[in-house]
């Protein structure tokens, strides 16, 4: 996704398991052995990221494979849960660091007492690097305290028409919710993306939701009931929800949203297009297997349709729709369809971004090409790809025909987090391709 204006702003840009990263940053504990960290104890942990007053809790679990420490970050949502694995841990001196996926980014660890941990998270791929301070706790499984509250839990179930707010600005979002008793899951989904798994719980009138993937941390908190002092001016409906969204070590917004089983978002198709006059793009960029270039017009494209994939190894939303594509691109590249990935990365420079786009490619076994286009902003996609109109988020995936003409431009990706929404998005991929096949 490209998420929000909240996760842009944190993540340093406008909007996922966890790997290696080609070496390009380094942390107090990097350059260090690769002997098995003796602070990771295996099983179940709890951790907290402190920042902004709150505490983003995490949950993750701790392997032993082939003599190695493994740990896997576990996030729960609508669709199950996801493991993202993150095997690239080293030690040195009292510091252990876990190198965050396919993300520029890592746990620095120490021991605090037994089965406990505190360090930091560090984000190297930030606009300004940035840490934030975490704690973790083994045995722990619950990512919230159990409910203090008396009163009967209040019912969070079912689909939220939601508005967030930051500062002036503000955005459309669609909240699916799924409660079981104290026990609550569930997702965002706004006109660039989705927040991905959510999960957390209730407590009476009141809920609280966090994810953590490697590269972004979200907490998500609200009430029925609007919280002192009230406008009095304005009138809302009965069950609203009032709430704030914590994301990173800075981003935060508001937002509220009220139950209504019809809360649809913009059609995805619709907001980004071509510019009147045109019907193909144009380009010619640099294929990260260095050496070569990518270009639409290149002999293995014609006659045939073609995905262009708009992402950035740094965006967790791409990295789901790259789960989706990498193999879906395997079971049909011999019905005449191909794949480009057009990578826009942190850095201009060819040379640092390119290691990264490599590594994405190699951990997501993307089989088709990847070249690095530019920097990860909207007006380096309007300046590259000056035949768009609008371009808002990453990913977008954009549909040529045989003939080289765009046919469709899709905004953002609903990931398997998103449940239902994640099993419309792959079908009307599927749909999309099958008309353009039998043309």
């Known amino acids: 996704m490209s998420l929000s204006l909240l996760a842009a702003a944190t993540l340093g840009f406008n909007l996922a398991g966890c790997s290696s990263n080609s070496g390009n940053s380094s942390e107090s504990a990097t350059g260090g052995t690769t002997a098995a960290a003796p602070v990771l104890t295996p099983g179940p942990w709890r951790g907290a990221l402190a920042t902004q007053g709150q505490a983003i809790p995490f949950l993750f679990e701790v392997k032993t494979e082939a003599g190695k420490p493994v740990v896997y970050l576990i996030n729960k949502g609508l669709n199950g849960e996801e493991r993202l694995r993150c095997e690239e841990i080293s030690s040195a001196g009292d510091s252990t660091t876990i190198r965050m996926h396919a993300f520029d980014a890592a746990l620095v660890v120490r021991a605090d007492g037994k089965d406990k941990l505190k360090g930091t998270w560090v984000k190297y791929d930030a606009k300004d690097p940035y840490r934030v301070p975490l704690t973790a706790t083994a045995g722990v499984q619950e990512l919230f305290p159990a409910a203090q509250s008396t009163d009967k839990p209040g019912s969070f179930n079912g689909t939220w028409r939601a508005t967030f707010q930051d500062g002036d600005d503000s955005y459309p979002a669609t909240g699916v919710f799924t409660q079981q008793g104290n026990q609550l899951t569930g997702t965002f989904l706004t006109t660039t993306g989705d927040y991905r798994y959510l999960s957390g719980a209730v407590n009476g009138q009141k809920l609280q939701l966090s994810t953590f993937d490697g590269s972004h941390a979200f907490l998500f908190t ?104 990498a193999p879906w691109y395997e079971k049909n590249k011999q019905r005449g369809v191909e794949i480009i990935g057009l990578g826009y990365e942190r850095s201009p420079e060819y040379t640092k971004a390119a290691p990264k786009l490599r590594n994405m490619r190699e951990r997501f076994k993307m089989g088709y090409d990847v070249a690095f286009a530019g920097v990860a902003n909207k007006d380096s996609v309007a300046k590259s790809l000056p035949q768009l109109a609008k371009f808002l988020a990453f990913p977008t995936t954009i549909f040529l025909d045989k003939k080289g003409n765009v046919r469709k431009i899709h905004t953002g990706f609903s990931g398997p987090g998103t449940g239902k929404y994640y099993e419309e998005e792959t079908a009307a991929f599927n749909k999309e391709i099958d008309k353009l096949l039998k043309e």
């Not at 297009?273 to 270009?295: A, D, M, Q």
């Open 222 to 325: 609200a009430q029925n009931g609007p919280k002192a002092p009230v406008d009095i001016t304005k009138e809302y409906a009965p069950n609203t929800l009032f709430g704030d969204f914590y994301s990173g070590k800075s981003g935060h917004e508001t937002w509220t949203a009220v139950p209504d089983p019809k809360a649809k978002l913009p059609d995805a198709d619709t907001l980004t297009y071509l510019k009147k006059g045109e019907s193909r793009l144009t380009f010619k960029f640099p294929n990260v297997i260095e050496g070569g270039s990518v270009s639409p017009t290149d002999p293995k494209y014609r006659g045939k349709v073609v995905v262009l994939q708009v992402l950035g190894s740094w965006c967790p939303n791409c990295m789901d729709e790259t789960n989706f594509l």
